[in-house]
């Protein structure tokens, strides 16, 4: 273990919201866990795996924390919140407020005192737990956008350990964050880390641009200049970009079990084995551009191009914050769209678009891909996406293509995909069915480009990228 013997600590600590595994308590009271949602939890696990160390988080319900336990070689420590820490800091501040405003305002951002009060309570709980979890000069690792207080907070507890913190998801420009009441504090929150990690290098220019304008610091290359809150001396904290990445060798080891495959079989079968079978995956999320997707997907339909049972949409749509209204929203408007598609263009035994609101085990997504023609990936604003990093790395056939919106942290590694711009609905069209009728040689080069792209840069290099620009930071007082 990393635990010291003589019990002092873990030498690498991991701090997220959620715990890698989600605590579910049955209709008969009992409990089992299953793997949390989100890239956040797909990523983080695979760099955990065979590295040990504690992972403090919240098991994703309102409630005492369950007991400590150790899991996949980590210890899991839980942070508990009450009905209302859930309601303010999770459901409000983080995925109603910051939330939004990180991805562009593609919904309006709702501003609470007593929301971010909730934040600011549950975020000092977080340090704690890290605080006293963590070994003499440890390296703690502080995830996402929902603890941008934990790295300051942390230092006052403990400034012996070295802090990295890596935010999944975008960060905005300084005239959308310039918006955000509690501006200051939030920066000063980040500015307790060495290292601050960035999906691209834009989001990370965002930051020193805000540390620049809103709080007047001098930031120089990829660093700014924080006066200690003694008053003696400065600390340098970088900000730099690190894109996530998958475990892609285990993904396609997984894609080419003889399971899989068959079981991709099986899927086209079932589903009336079209020519042509398109699919989406997304957490039922207003960021990944659902909704303009299935516009263009029912436009084709309409426009008699595209007709079922020879092509098949399937969307998975994974459950997520069902108690924020603009979550709720988007559900309805998903499900009158696909209603509508269904009994305008389906027919018995053969409907228009198959949806899933549902999740599925690593095997059936591999499954899914690797069955997929075309794979549509299409967010209005996302930090990388890595559901459309598995698609490629299920694609060891190099079959399939990948119609991937400009606007997420992928599209600038993966460049040879079928790019759009999901808002221009016609362009969307016209991209599909490029990726539809492209010349198969075509469709395998780029592929093949893909593949190359996604199996350099893994979800390891990732890791050992980010901890060793953490050693080497700056940070300490000048
Ligand atoms: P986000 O983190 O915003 O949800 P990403 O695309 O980066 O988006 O990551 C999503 C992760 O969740 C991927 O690892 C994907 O395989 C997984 N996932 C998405 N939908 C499902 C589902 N229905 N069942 C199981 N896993 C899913
Ligand atoms: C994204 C975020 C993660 C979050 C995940 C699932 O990946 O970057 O921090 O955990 O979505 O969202 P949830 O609200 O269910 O934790």
């Given at each position: 273990m990393t635990e010291d013997e003589d019990g002092d600590g873990y030498d690498l600590v991991v701090v997220a919201n959620r715990l890698p595994v989600d605590r579910v308590v049955d209709d008969d009271g009992t409990v089992h866990w299953q793997q949390s949602p989100g890239g956040l939890v797909t990523a983080m696990e695979s760099v955990m795996t065979g590295r040990e160390g504690a992972w403090v988080g919240w098991?994703?319900?309102?409630?005492e924390a369950p007991e400590p336990f150790d899991d996949g070689g980590m210890h899991l420590h839980a942070v508990g919140l009450t009905a209302e820490e859930v309601a303010d800091h999770y459901e409000g501040f983080s995925n109603d407020t910051l939330w939004p405003l990180y991805h562009d305002v593609i919904v309006a951002p709702r501003y609470r005192r007593s929301w971010y009060e909730g934040y600011r309570r549950v975020n000092q709980r977080f340090a704690q737990a890290a605080a006293d979890l963590a070994a003499p000069d440890a390296t703690v690792w502080v995830h996402d956008y929902q603890l941008q207080l934990v790295p300051q907070m942390l230092r006052e507890l403990r400034p012996d350990v070295r802090i990295g913190w890596f935010n999944h998801i975008p960060f905005p420009s300084v005239e959308l964050f310039a918006q955000l009441p509690w501006r200051r504090a939030v920066v000063q929150g980040l500015l307790g880390a060495d290292l601050l990690g960035f999906q691209r290098r834009a989001d990370a220019e965002n930051f020193l641009r805000v540390c620049r304008r809103l709080l007047a610091l001098p930031t120089r290359g990829d660093t700014v200049t924080v006066p200690d809150p003694t008053g003696e001396g400065t600390r340098t904290v970088r900000a730099a970009a690190f894109p996530i990445s998958i475990d892609e060798r285990s993904l396609e080891e997984l894609a080419r079990t003889p399971a899989v495959v068959e079981r991709a079989r099986q899927i086209r079968h079932d589903l009336g084995d079209p020519e042509r079978l398109l699919l989406g995956v997304d957490r039922l999320d207003y960021t990944k551009g659902i909704r303009h997707r299935l516009k263009a997907y029912e436009e084709l339909l309409a426009d008699g191009v595209l007709k079922p049972p020879g092509t098949v949409l399937v969307q998975v749509a994974t459950p997520s914050r069902e108690r924020v209204t603009a979550y709720r929203l988007l559900r309805e408007q998903v499900e009158l769209t696909v209603g509508r598609a269904n009994g305008d263009h389906g027919a018995i035994g053969s409907p228009a678009i198959h949806y899933l609101h549902q999740s599925f085990d690593r095997a059936e997504m591999a499954a899914l891909y690797l069955a997929a023609d075309v794979m549509l990936v299409t967010p209005l604003r996302d930090g990388m996406n890595l559901v459309a990093k598995e698609y490629v790395a299920c694609r060891y056939d190099e079959g399939g293509a990948l119609v991937l919106s400009e606007f997420t942290g992928a599209s600038g590694e993966l460049d040879r995909a079928f790019l759009c711009n999901p808002h221009d609905i016609d362009g969307l069209k016209t991209t599909i069915r490029a990726a539809l009728d492209a010349d198969p040689r075509e469709k395998r080069r780029r592929m093949r480009a893909l593949r190359r792209r996604v199996r350099e840069h893994d979800v390891q290099r990732w890791a050992d990228d980010f901890l060793a620009a953490l050693v080497v930071a700056p940070g300490r007082p000048a």
């Open positions: 098991s994703g319900d309102p409630g």
